[in-house]
């Protein structure tokens, strides 16, 4: 791709808007400018939402064959330019390479699987006691969708929320995170070059708490789909609750990997450490702990050192997080954890750090690293292993490994999350919920409750 600085302006129903401010994006890599996005205001905000508001309508009222047709051009097209926007990612946000190609071939797989749920929006019926009478049941879009995404997987969790909504019927306004939000803008244009109708898809680009409220509570957007952390979540929450918006909430977890008795620890250490510094740890759904028997330990933990001298972290996203990661080890040195890596190699660039010894009370154990690091805890039964996975106020993903089939689903369902994966580390597919579970969020994403989300139902009673 041209490595020529590129200006990006907003994208909405009325056509490409150049803003006065324009906020600089650079690389993570290694600082080069990749461009500038325009900066939204709140005059902005109410022409993408008036326009998708006008778009919508008419999109709904399509049949749903010709929805799927559409968003299957617009899969086809995001196919073709996979290459172009996994660079994107990986420029803009210091993602591997390797991992961004993987997102983007996922988040098509999304579009195309959504395409396809578009021809699936039955009308139920219900008989009366006469041939014309009885109760129908259909799924009525809710309208305008504000989209609000995170950095961290700048494809996915757009499209997570904009396939489904296309598919519903829904228009959506879309507000990428400020540290990444050239693959997103990629996605709105390639949506508008598919021939989607004008208006159906917007970007608005610049400064999150402006955009957010203004999208938030204005009177035309019906639902607020949100990924990223609680605090903001509660602002976003505080903003759209009283105009008694639908809200969809994900906001993070603390996994834990429960190593049963019978464990493969081949399997066990691979999940361990392929989510625990997945994306430089900076996964909502990454392991964060790891609980085994204190027989396993050892063993286990010589084969996490052996796959963690394999690896090389791309560069942490943020300055924050760099720094939340230093605090985070401080801390647990003070309570006396041993921590081995977790060293910044060169500036931005961290080397995983495994961590023991350390517990309850101690930050890493408590919250959400969102760094590279992975805590050992032993853990006496697996009855208290279930208490410590359920202990933090997160249910997002967890993972058992276990050789007995019975016994792994049995722990796996007592464990308080929207996900659990057994076995393996692979945890998100298109066509199963994706949900988080107490301070993990509300509602869901994906399958076809995740499409469901973005629908009202009503009810056609007919008498006579």
Not at 301 to 318: D, K
Request: glycine share 10%.
């Amino acid at each position: 791709m041209s490595d020529t600085p590129v200006r990006r302006p907003l994208i909405t129903g009325d056509g490409r808007i150049a803003t006065e401010e324009w906020f600089p994006i650079a690389s993570r890599l290694d600082g080069t400018p990749l461009g500038e996005v325009a900066a939204a205001g709140i005059d902005d905000v109410d022409r993408a939402v008036c326009a998708a508001d006008a778009a919508w309508p008419a999109w709904a009222a399509l049949p749903p064959s010709e929805r799927a047709r559409a968003l299957s051009a617009y899969a086809a097209l995001v196919d073709s330019e996979q290459a172009r926007i996994a660079e994107l990612v990986h420029r803009e946000m210091g993602k591997p390479l390797s991992e961004a190609q993987a997102e983007v071939a996922r988040a098509a797989e999304v579009i195309h699987h959504f395409a396809a749920e578009a021809e699936r929006m039955w009308v139920q019926q219900m008989p009366g006691p006469t041939l014309g009478t009885g109760s129908w049941v259909r799924p009525a879009p809710v309208g305008v969708v504000a989209a609000i995404t995170p950095w961290n997987f700048p494809v996915a969790l757009v499209i997570w929320k904009l396939a489904p909504a296309l598919a519903a019927g829904c228009a959506v306004v879309i507000k990428p995170a400020i540290e990444a939000p050239l693959a997103a803008w990629a996605l709105c244009d390639i949506a508008e070059r598919a021939g989607l109708p004008a208006g159906l898809v917007s970007c608005l680009t610049g400064d999150g708490p402006l955009i957010g409220e203004a999208l938030s509570t204005h009177p035309r957007v019906a639902k607020v789909a949100f990924t990223g952390s609680r605090r903001v979540a509660e602002q976003i929450a505080g903003w759209a609750s009283p105009r008694l918006k639908a809200l969809s909430l994900e906001l993070g977890g603390h996994g834990a990997l429960v190593v049963l008795p019978d464990a493969d620890l081949d399997v066990a250490a691979e999940v361990a450490v392929m989510q625990g510094y997945v994306n430089s740890g900076q996964a909502c759904y990454a392991v964060n702990r790891v609980l085994v028997p204190p027989s396993l330990a050892g063993d286990l933990l010589e084969r996490m050192r052996a796959r963690i001298a394999g690896i090389t972290l791309g560069p942490m996203a943020t300055e924050r997080g760099l720094a939340r990661h230093h605090m985070l080890i401080e801390d647990a040195h003070s309570h006396g954890a041993r921590v081995e890596g977790g060293e910044e190699l060169v500036p931005g660039r961290l080397s995983p750090a495994l961590v023991t010894g350390a517990g309850p009370g101690v930050r890493l154990v408590d919250e959400e690293p969102f760094t590279p690091i992975v805590a050992v805890l032993e853990m006496d039964d697996t009855a208290a292993a279930i208490a410590e996975a359920n202990r933090p106020d997160y249910g997002l993903v967890n993972y058992v490994c276990g050789r007995d089939m019975r016994g792994a689903l049995e722990t796996a369902q007592a464990l308080r999350s929207g996900t659990v994966a057994i076995n393996g580390w692979r945890v998100v597919v298109p066509y199963a919920p994706y949900a988080g579970w107490r301070g993990s969020g509300v509602g869901c994403e994906l399958g076809r409750q995740g499409l469901e989300a973005f629908v009202h139902w009503q009810h056609l009673r007919v008498l006579a």
